[in-house]
């Protein structure tokens, strides 16, 4: 029970906000208005949302009994000498309240959701005026939200769309491929995570690494979260056994037979993953699905090292394993539709959302995350102020800032996929002088949030001090800063042209997915639906004219894509030309 309206960017109208806080009183009801908090039926009655908690069979009787029983109802706040539970604004207690819900929901929403803030003026507004009035302003606040193309783009993504993926929308049209037994190569970070979200889900879990010490830190670490999980009281001890006993931690290859899916994530190298693949083959039926869980190397290189390349397929996990909600599925040149729909069921089994793309360098979250981080290091470059950049793009509604993205993530991951896409490249790589900044933190042995040391400076126990002052002694600030629009207009189009590319390139073939995949894959501010919805807000004929000034200022990397161009031209829009998920070639 609940009012989850908030999580999909309106909140609850038709008197439903104003009644629950005459009821409960702002503080009381504030989790579950401001955050949607669901609670089972005891702790509702007990919390004051409902009034009683009936056997099923008995609803509709109980609740007519309930609408005829005599004395009338008489709800709390048309008793006379009603006074709302806490105190009213007015009263110094829920004077307190809204100081500290306001900051509370700035500090969370940075201004981005137009929802919590209506939310509250709904909320305090409302309890200075009597009932009916606070009914109407209810619904201003409800209807200025409601008519926030924010509130529609984030119903659509997040309720509507996502739903979709999750319930098949782009699964072909094959026989049920439920996971019965899952092969896990390599326990490492990637290989653990993925463990323990197949064994949560009751699949039966062979963990496999090349050495048993290995293998069993790999299986200890699905104890680790449901100890966690024990300690908090969401896990009980039968439940961590039985999770347990599912996942066979071995070296032994032989363990595999009867595996309907194998996932690798052994090191990412085409030679170690070549091996590995033959060594399982050699074992598992002739119809299980090998999947593999790379994050650079090309799906359909590494399926040349299967002789059932159409069984072979990516399955790409985002870490940490269990908190991430998106899985990217590749499709390589040769993958089938069988490999796809196991891949599908799978991420069903396992409770996560999926994307389908196909096969193209760094697939297609990566691809469009990759460019937020370098635009961001390339302003520092320029000298544009780091703290400038950080907050641009908070106040833009992306989770975090570049400069931390990219320590989080490690500066020498960064720097090593540089040094292989330029290696790849050759003379096409346009990103020497963002990459110049990576080595010298690299060689300074700044490794990011790892090391405790990299754009920002840490304390010994790893907590986040502030951007470290060697940045600025480095690349001194120019005296002149751009405007803040200009900041995250350049952070958010450097993520959302990589998403236009891809679908011109045919690596997206669901605007959907492009949408769902960016906010739960890398948290593309969710406020504006994803990178397709944004566009969208903005119009494409004026999203076009600000890729013309970013080109002719910054450079070529913000061209606008041909794509873009035409659909400005003819005032299109995306959800307009690809809303049910058509294929980009066929449109
Ligand atoms: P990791 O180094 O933590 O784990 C790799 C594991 O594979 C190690 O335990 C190693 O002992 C084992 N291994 C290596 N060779 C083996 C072999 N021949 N047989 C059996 N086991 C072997 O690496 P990771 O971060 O878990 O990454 C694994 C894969 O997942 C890579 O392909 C990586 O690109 C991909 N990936 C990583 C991330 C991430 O954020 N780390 C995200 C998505 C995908």
Same mark, same amino acid.
Not at 67 to 84: A, C, F, Q
Not at 132 to 138: H, I, N, P, R, Y
Not at 250 to 261: F, M, N, P, R, V
């Given at each position: 029970?609940?009012?989850?309206?908030?999580?999909?960017?309106?909140f609850?109208?038709?008197?439903?906000?104003?009644?629950?806080?005459?009821?409960?009183?702002?503080?009381?009801?504030?989790?579950?208005?401001?955050?949607?908090?669901?609670?089972?039926?005891?702790?509702?009655?007990?919390?004051?949302?409902?009034?009683e908690?009936v056997?099923?069979?008995e609803?509709?009787?109980?609740?007519?009994?309930?609408?005829?029983?005599?004395?009338?109802?008489?709800?709390?706040w048309?008793?006379?000498?009603?006074?709302?539970?806490?105190?009213?604004?007015?009263?110094?207690?829920?004077?307190?309240?809204?100081?500290?819900?306001?900051?509370?929901?700035h500090?969370?929403?940075k201004?981005?959701?137009?929802?919590?803030?209506?939310?509250?003026? #709904? &909320?305090? @507004?409302?309890?200075? /005026?009597?009932?009916?009035?606070?009914? !109407?302003? =209810? +619904?201003?606040?409800?209807?200025?939200?409601?008519?926030?193309?924010?509130?529609?783009?984030?119903?659509?993504?997040?309720?509507?769309n996502?739903?979709?993926?999750?319930?098949?929308?782009?699964?072909?049209?094959?026989?049920?491929?439920?996971?019965?037994?899952?092969?896990?190569?390599?326990a490492g970070?990637?290989?653990?995570?993925?463990?323990?979200?197949?064994?949560?889900?009751?699949?039966?879990?062979?963990?496999?690494?090349?050495?048993?010490?290995?293998?069993?830190?790999?299986?200890?670490?699905s104890?680790?979260?449901?100890?966690?999980?024990?300690?908090?009281?969401?896990?009980?001890?039968?439940?961590?056994?039985?999770?347990?006993?599912?996942?066979?931690?071995?070296?032994?290859?032989?363990?595999?037979?009867?595996?309907?899916?194998?996932?690798? #994530? &052994?090191? @990412?190298?085409?030679? /170690?993953?070549?091996?590995?693949?033959? !060594?399982? =083959? +050699?074992?598992?039926?002739?119809?299980?699905?090998?999947?593999?869980?790379?994050?650079?190397?090309p799906?359909?290189?590494?399926?040349?090292?299967?002789?059932?390349?159409?069984?072979?397929?990516?399955?790409?996990?985002?870490?940490?394993?269990?908190?991430?909600?998106?899985?990217?599925?590749?499709k390589g040149?040769?993958?089938?539709?069988?490999?796809?729909a196991?891949?599908?069921?799978?991420?069903?089994?396992?409770?996560?959302?999926?994307?389908?793309?196909?096969?193209?360098?760094?697939?297609?979250?990566?691809?469009?995350?990759?460019?937020?981080?370098?635009?961001?290091?390339?302003?520092?470059?320029?000298?544009?102020?780091?703290?400038?950049?950080?907050?641009?793009?908070?106040?833009?509604?992306?989770?975090?800032?570049?400069?931390?993205?990219?320590?989080?993530?490690?500066?020498?991951?960064?720097?090593?996929?540089?040094?292989?896409? !330029?290696?790849?490249?050759?003379?096409?790589?346009?990103?020497?002088?963002?990459?110049?900044?990576?080595?010298?933190?690299?060689?300074?042995?700044?490794?990011?949030?790892?090391?405790?040391?990299?754009?920002?400076?840490?304390?010994?126990?790893?907590?986040?001090?502030g951007?470290?002052?060697?940045?600025?002694?480095?690349?001194?600030?120019?005296?002149?800063?751009?405007?803040?629009?200009?900041?995250?207009?350049?952070?958010?189009?450097?993520?959302?042209?990589?998403?236009?590319?891809?679908l011109?390139?045919?690596?997206?073939?669901?605007?959907?997915?492009?949408?769902?995949?960016?906010?739960?894959?890398?948290?593309?501010?969710?406020?504006?639906g994803?990178?397709?919805?944004?566009?969208?807000?903005?119009?494409?004929?004026?999203?076009?004219?600000?890729?013309?000034?970013?080109?002719?200022?910054?450079?070529?990397?913000?061209?606008?894509?041909?794509?873009?161009?035409?659909?400005?031209?003819?005032?299109?829009?995306?959800?307009?030309?690809?809303?049910?998920?058509v294929?980009?070639?066929?449109?």
């Amino acid at each position: 029970i609940g009012l989850p309206e908030i999580m999909v960017g309106i909140f609850p109208g038709a008197g439903g906000t104003t009644r629950l806080v005459r009821k409960m009183g702002a503080m009381t009801a504030s989790p579950f208005l401001l955050e949607g908090k669901l609670s089972d039926p005891k702790k509702a009655l007990s919390a004051g949302l409902i009034d009683e908690v009936v056997p099923a069979d008995e609803l509709m009787a109980k609740a007519k009994d309930w609408v005829l029983s005599e004395p009338r109802i008489v709800k709390p706040w048309d008793e006379k000498g009603y006074k709302m539970p806490g105190g009213a604004p007015y009263h110094p207690a829920g004077f307190m309240t809204f100081v500290g819900a306001s900051a509370m929901v700035h500090g969370k929403t940075k201004g981005v959701y137009p929802a919590a803030k209506a939310l509250l003026q #709904a &909320v305090y @507004e409302g309890a200075l /005026v009597p009932f009916d009035t606070a009914l !109407k302003v =209810e +619904a201003r606040n409800f209807v200025n939200v409601l008519m926030n193309p924010s509130s529609a783009a984030m119903i659509r993504s997040l309720f509507i769309n996502k739903e979709a993926l999750e319930k098949g929308a782009n699964r072909p049209d094959v026989a049920d491929q439920t996971v019965k037994k899952v092969g896990i190569l390599g326990a490492g970070m990637m290989g653990a995570g993925i463990a323990y979200v197949s064994a949560n889900a009751g699949i039966e879990v062979v963990l496999i690494d090349a050495r048993q010490d290995a293998a069993d830190k790999g299986k200890s670490y699905s104890e680790g979260i449901l100890d966690k999980g024990i300690s908090r009281k969401k896990v009980t001890e039968e439940k961590k056994q039985e999770v347990l006993d599912r996942i066979t931690a071995t070296t032994d290859y032989a363990a595999l037979e009867g595996c309907d899916l194998i996932v690798e #994530a &052994v090191f @990412e190298d085409v030679g /170690v993953k070549a091996g590995v693949t033959e !060594k399982t =083959e +050699a074992v598992i039926p002739s119809d299980a699905i090998f999947a593999t869980n790379t994050s650079t190397l090309p799906i359909t290189e590494l399926a040349k090292a299967s002789k059932r390349p159409d069984r072979f397929i990516g399955i790409h996990f985002f870490s940490p394993v269990d908190k991430m909600l998106l899985v990217e599925i590749i499709k390589g040149e040769k993958t089938g539709d069988v490999a796809v729909a196991k891949a599908l069921d799978f991420v069903r089994q396992i409770r996560k959302t999926p994307i389908v793309v196909n096969d193209a360098r760094f697939f297609y979250a990566n691809r469009c995350i990759l460019p937020y981080g370098t635009e961001g290091i390339r302003m520092v470059r320029e000298g544009v102020s780091p703290v400038l950049v950080e907050n641009a793009a908070k106040l833009v509604g992306m989770p975090i800032g570049p400069l931390q993205l990219t320590d989080v993530t490690s500066i020498d991951l960064n720097a090593s996929i540089a040094r292989a896409t !330029k290696a790849a490249m050759g003379d096409a790589y346009a990103d020497d002088d963002t990459a110049e900044v990576l080595f010298w933190l690299e060689g300074e042995g700044r490794l990011g949030r790892k090391s405790n040391a990299g754009f920002y400076a840490y304390d010994d126990k790893g907590k986040r001090l502030g951007l470290w002052d060697g940045i600025a002694a480095k690349y001194p600030e120019a005296d002149d800063q751009p405007s803040l629009t200009e900041v995250q207009h350049r952070l958010l189009f450097a993520q959302v042209l990589e998403a236009v590319r891809a679908l011109e390139d045919g690596v997206l073939e669901d605007i959907r997915e492009g949408d769902v995949g960016a906010i739960l894959g890398w948290g593309f501010a969710p406020w504006s639906g994803g990178p397709f919805s944004w566009l969208d807000i903005l119009g494409t004929p004026y999203a076009a004219e600000r890729c013309d000034e970013l080109a002719k200022t910054y450079g070529d990397r913000f061209a606008t894509p041909a794509l873009l161009r035409e659909m400005a031209d003819k005032g299109q829009s995306f959800y307009g030309r690809f809303g049910e998920g058509v294929d980009s070639k066929a449109a």
